[in-house]
C-alpha cells in the first residue's frame, strides 16, 4: 500500500471521527442521545438501517461465498430486500406506535418488567458475541489490506469505534452511517468497471469462471436454506433491538414504513454490485483456500484501485463494517441505562443517564474487542456469523414481534418460548455432535433455528384463544400507550437540520478528496472525477436544502 493511500485512510478517518464528535453536545437526555430526538429524517434512518445491517459481513463473510461459491452470494442477500418490504408494510410502523424508546421497553410495557430483566441479560449476552464478529471482519480488512497484525486491528478500530459512539451517541451513529454509504457506493461503483476491465470484460468473466458459478443456489446454500433463512432475515431486522431502534426513531408510521421500504429497495439492487468484485477475483486468482477467502474482496481493490482509491475504499469499508459496531454499542448501553439502571433508581437525572449510558459504551466496546480477537479459534467469521444466527435469530427476537400483533401472548409465553428454542437449537449445535454423532447442516440448522419457535407460538395462540387468556395484561399495555401518545413531542428540528449538515459537509469533502486523488493518479482517473463531481454536488444539494428548508421554518 502507498504512502497516498495511507494519507488518505488516515484523511478519512478523521473526517468520520469528527463527524461523530460534532454531536457530542447533543445527547441532553435519554431520548436526546439514543433516539436522536424521535423524529430523524426516515431516509436518514433508512440508510442507517442498510449500514448497519449490510456492513455486518458483506465484505467479509459473503464475499468469502461470493468468491467460493458465486451467484449464491447473491441469491443468500435477496432474501434480505424480501424482508426489508415485508418489514415496511407490516411491521416498522407496528413498532412505531409503540411510543417506546427502546425494543426493551416495549417489552416491560407490553409483557412485564420481569420478562425484560431477562431478555436484556439474554441480549446483552448476545450482542457481545454478534458485536465482536462485526468487529473481526474490519481487522479483517486492514491486515489483508496493510499487514498489520489482525489482534492491533481489532484493538486499535475497537477504541476508536467506542470513542465517537459513546460521546455522540445516535446521532453520532446515523450521520457516520450516511456518510459511509456515499463513500462505499462511489468506491465500489468505480472498482465494478475496473474489475471486469483487468480480467478482459464480462465475456472471459462468463466463460473463465468455475462450473455451476451462476448457480442460484448449491449443495451448502440450498433453496431450503434460502428460505429458513429469509425468515431468519424477517425476524431479525424486524425484531433486532438495535434496528427496532431506526423505526421508533422516527416521527410517524408513515416515515417508519419509508425506512422498511428504503432497506428493500437498497437490497434489490446492492447484492449484484458489492459481490461482483470477489467473484470477479475468483476468476483471476483461484488459489485462495482455508480463511483466505475472506479477503478476497480487499485483494480485488488492490489489484485494479488507482492510487489513493484503495486508502479510501479500505477507510469506507473499515467504517461501513463498523457501524453495525457502534450500532449495537448504541442499542446496549441504552438498555442498560434507561431500562435497567432507571428500573433502580427512577429519580436519576437525564444528564446521570447519559453518563451512563457513555460509560457502559465504553465497558461494552472493551468486551467487543476481547471477543473480536477469540473469532478465528471459533472457526472463522462465518461460521460465527451463520451459527449465532440459527441459534439466536428466530428464538430472541421473534416471540416479542408477535406480541406486537397478538392480544393473547403473556410475559410468561414469550420468554418460555424463547428459552426452549434457545435450549433446543444449542443441544443440537454444540451437544448432539458429540453425544448422539449426529450433526445437522446449514439448512437444517436454519430451519430449527426459525422453525421451532414459529410452531410454539402458534400453538400457545390457538390454546390462549380458546382459554381467551392473557388478555388483560395486553387491555393495560393499551392504555399505557396512549398515556405516551397524549405526551407533549419534543423539538427536535435543530437536530435534524445539524445533522443534515454535517452529513453534507461529510459528503461533499470527500467528493473534493476524489477531485484530489484524480488528478494524482495515472489510471481511471477519468472514471474517479467524474464519481467526485457527482459526489461534491450531492453534498452541496443537501447543505443547500437544508438552507432552504430552514429559511421557509423562520419565515
Same mark, same amino acid.
Given at each position: 500500500?502507498?504512502?497516498?493511500?495511507?494519507?488518505?485512510?488516515?484523511?478519512?478517518?478523521?473526517?468520520?471521527?469528527?463527524?461523530?464528535?460534532?454531536?457530542?453536545?447533543?445527547?441532553?437526555?435519554?431520548?436526546?442521545?439514543?433516539?436522536?430526538?424521535?423524529?430523524?429524517?426516515?431516509?436518514?434512518?433508512?440508510?442507517?438501517?442498510?449500514?448497519?445491517?449490510?456492513?455486518?459481513?458483506?465484505?467479509?463473510?459473503?464475499?468469502?461465498?461470493?468468491?467460493?461459491?458465486?451467484?449464491?452470494?447473491?441469491?443468500?442477500?435477496?432474501?434480505?430486500?424480501?424482508?426489508?418490504?415485508?418489514?415496511?408494510?407490516?411491521?416498522?410502523?407496528?413498532?412505531?406506535?409503540?411510543?417506546?424508546?427502546?425494543?426493551?421497553?416495549?417489552?416491560?410495557?407490553?409483557?412485564?418488567?420481569?420478562?425484560?430483566?431477562?431478555?436484556?441479560?439474554?441480549?446483552?449476552?448476545?450482542?457481545?458475541?454478534?458485536?465482536?464478529?462485526?468487529?473481526?471482519?474490519?481487522?479483517?480488512?486492514?491486515?489483508?489490506?496493510?499487514?498489520?497484525?489482525?489482534?492491533?486491528?481489532?484493538?486499535?478500530?475497537?477504541?476508536?469505534?467506542?470513542?465517537?459512539?459513546?460521546?455522540?451517541?445516535?446521532?453520532?451513529?446515523?450521520?457516520?452511517?450516511?456518510?459511509?454509504?456515499?463513500?462505499?457506493?462511489?468506491?465500489?461503483?468505480?472498482?465494478?468497471?475496473?474489475?471486469?476491465?483487468?480480467?478482459?470484460?464480462?465475456?472471459?468473466?462468463?466463460?473463465?469462471?468455475?462450473?455451476?458459478?451462476?448457480?442460484?443456489?448449491?449443495?451448502?446454500?440450498?433453496?431450503?436454506?434460502?428460505?429458513?433463512?429469509?425468515?431468519?432475515?424477517?425476524?431479525?431486522?424486524?425484531?433486532?433491538?438495535?434496528?427496532?431502534?431506526?423505526?421508533?426513531?422516527?416521527?410517524?408510521?408513515?416515515?417508519?414504513?419509508?425506512?422498511?421500504?428504503?432497506?428493500?429497495?437498497?437490497?434489490?439492487?446492492?447484492?449484484?454490485?458489492?459481490?461482483?468484485?470477489?467473484?470477479?477475483?475468483?476468476?483471476?486468482?483461484?488459489?485462495?483456500?482455508?480463511?483466505?477467502?475472506?479477503?478476497?474482496?480487499?485483494?480485488?481493490?488492490?489489484?485494479?484501485?488507482?492510487?489513493?482509491?484503495?486508502?479510501?475504499?479500505?477507510?469506507?469499508?473499515?467504517?461501513?463494517?463498523?457501524?453495525?459496531?457502534?450500532?449495537?454499542?448504541?442499542?446496549?448501553?441504552?438498555?442498560?441505562?434507561?431500562?435497567?439502571?432507571?428500573?433502580?433508581?427512577? /429519580?436519576?437525572? !437525564?444528564?446521570?443517564?447519559?453518563?451512563? #449510558?457513555?460509560? $457502559? %459504551?465504553?465497558? @461494552?466496546?472493551? +468486551?467487543?474487542?476481547?471477543?473480536?480477537?477469540?473469532?478465528?479459534?471459533?472457526?472463522?467469521?462465518?461460521?460465527?456469523?451463520?451459527?449465532?444466527?440459527?441459534?439466536?435469530?428466530?428464538?430472541?427476537?421473534?416471540?416479542?414481534?408477535?406480541?406486537?400483533?397478538?392480544?393473547?401472548?403473556?410475559?410468561?409465553?414469550?420468554?418460555?418460548?424463547?428459552?426452549?428454542?434457545?435450549?433446543?437449537?444449542?443441544?443440537?449445535?454444540?451437544?448432539?455432535?458429540?453425544?448422539?454423532?449426529?450433526?445437522?447442516?446449514?439448512?437444517?440448522?436454519?430451519?430449527?433455528?426459525?422453525?421451532?419457535?414459529?410452531?410454539?407460538?402458534?400453538?400457545?395462540?390457538?390454546?390462549?384463544?380458546?382459554?381467551?387468556?392473557?388478555?388483560?395484561?395486553?387491555?393495560?399495555?393499551?392504555?399505557?400507550?396512549?398515556?405516551?401518545?397524549?405526551?407533549?413531542?419534543?423539538?427536535?428540528?435543530?437536530? /435534524?437540520?445539524? !445533522?443534515?449538515?454535517?452529513?453534507?459537509? #461529510?459528503?461533499? $469533502? %470527500?467528493?473534493? @478528496?476524489?477531485? +484530489?486523488?484524480?488528478?494524482?493518479?495515472?489510471?481511471?482517473?477519468?472514471?474517479?472525477?467524474?464519481?467526485?463531481?457527482?459526489?461534491?454536488?450531492?453534498?452541496?444539494?443537501?447543505?443547500?436544502?437544508?438552507?432552504?428548508?430552514?429559511?421557509?421554518?423562520?419565515?
Amino acid at each position: 500500500m502507498s504512502k497516498i493511500d495511507i494519507g488518505v485512510i488516515i484523511v478519512f478517518t478523521l473526517l468520520v471521527f469528527i463527524c461523530g464528535l460534532s454531536f457530542s453536545k447533543s445527547g441532553k437526555n435519554m431520548k436526546s442521545f439514543f433516539a436522536a430526538g424521535g423524529a430523524l429524517p426516515w431516509w436518514m434512518s433508512g440508510l442507517s438501517l442498510f449500514m448497519s445491517f449490510f456492513s455486518a459481513g458483506t465484505f467479509v463473510v459473503w464475499g468469502s461465498i461470493a468468491y467460493s461459491s458465486g451467484w449464491v452470494a447473491i441469491t443468500i442477500q435477496s432474501t434480505m430486500c424480501i424482508a426489508g418490504l415485508i418489514i415496511g408494510f407490516f411491521i416498522a410502523p407496528k413498532w412505531q406506535k409503540t411510543k417506546a424508546l427502546t425494543a426493551a421497553e416495549f417489552i416491560t410495557d407490553r409483557l412485564g418488567y420481569g420478562t425484560q430483566k431477562i431478555y436484556t441479560y439474554l441480549f446483552l449476552l448476545i450482542s457481545l458475541f454478534t458485536t465482536g464478529a462485526f468487529l473481526y471482519p474490519v481487522a479483517k480488512i486492514v491486515e489483508v489490506s496493510t499487514g498489520i497484525p489482525i489482534g492491533t486491528s481489532v484493538i486499535v478500530l475497537g477504541v476508536l469505534i467506542l470513542i465517537y459512539t459513546a460521546v455522540g451517541g445516535l446521532w453520532a451513529v446515523i450521520v457516520t452511517d450516511v456518510l459511509q454509504f456515499v463513500v462505499l457506493t462511489a468506491a465500489v461503483l468505480i472498482v465494478v468497471p475496473l474489475s471486469f476491465d483487468k480480467i478482459g470484460g464480462m465475456d472471459n468473466f462468463v466463460s473463465q469462471a468455475p462450473e455451476n458459478f451462476f448457480a442460484l443456489v448449491n449443495e451448502e446454500y440450498s433453496w431450503g436454506f434460502m428460505i429458513a433463512f429469509g425468515l431468519y432475515n424477517l425476524f431479525f431486522i424486524a425484531g433486532n433491538w438495535a434496528y427496532v431502534q431506526r423505526y421508533t426513531s422516527v416521527a410517524t408510521p408513515k416515515d417508519a414504513k419509508k425506512v422498511g421500504w428504503l432497506f428493500g429497495a437498497l437490497y434489490l439492487i446492492s447484492p449484484l454490485v458489492w459481490m461482483l468484485p470477489p467473484m470477479i477475483y475468483r476468476v483471476l486468482n483461484p488459489e485462495l483456500d482455508g480463511l483466505a477467502d475472506e479477503g478476497a474482496y480487499l485483494l480485488m481493490c488492490k489489484e485494479v484501485l488507482p492510487v489513493g482509491m484503495l486508502g479510501l475504499m479500505l477507510g469506507g469499508m473499515v467504517f461501513a463494517t463498523s457501524s453495525s459496531v457502534n450500532t449495537t454499542l448504541n442499542i446496549s448501553a441504552g438498555v442498560l441505562a434507561n431500562d435497567v439502571y432507571k428500573h433502580f433508581r427512577p /429519580n436519576t437525572s !437525564g444528564d446521570h443517564l447519559v453518563k451512563v #449510558g457513555r460509560w $457502559s %459504551t465504553i465497558a @461494552l466496546g472493551v +468486551i467487543t474487542i476481547i471477543v473480536a480477537l477469540l473469532v478465528p479459534y471459533m472457526g472463522g467469521i462465518v461460521e460465527v456469523v451463520m451459527s449465532v444466527a440459527a441459534i439466536t435469530g428466530g428464538a430472541m427476537f421473534l416471540p416479542p414481534m408477535w406480541a406486537l400483533f397478538s392480544k393473547y401472548q403473556t410475559g410468561k409465553s414469550v420468554l418460555a418460548i424463547t428459552i426452549v428454542s434457545l435450549l433446543i437449537n444449542s443441544f443440537f449445535k454444540f451437544v448432539s455432535p458429540s453425544l448422539l454423532g449426529f450433526s445437522l447442516d446449514r439448512a437444517q440448522e436454519m430451519w430449527l433455528g426459525v422453525g421451532v419457535p414459529v410452531v410454539m407460538l402458534f400453538f400457545f395462540e390457538l390454546y390462549a384463544r380458546t382459554k381467551n387468556a392473557g388478555f388483560s395484561q395486553y387491555t393495560d399495555y393499551q392504555v399505557l400507550v396512549a398515556k405516551k401518545a397524549s405526551e407533549p413531542i419534543e423539538e427536535t428540528g435543530e437536530g /435534524n437540520k445539524r !445533522g443534515a449538515k454535517v452529513i453534507g459537509i #461529510g459528503v461533499g $469533502s %470527500t467528493g473534493i @478528496l476524489l477531485l +484530489i486523488l484524480s488528478y494524482i493518479g495515472k489510471t481511471g482517473t477519468a472514471l474517479v472525477a467524474g464519481m467526485g463531481v457527482l459526489v461534491v454536488l450531492l453534498g452541496t444539494f443537501i447543505i443547500y436544502r437544508n438552507s432552504k428548508s430552514k429559511k421557509i421554518h423562520k419565515s
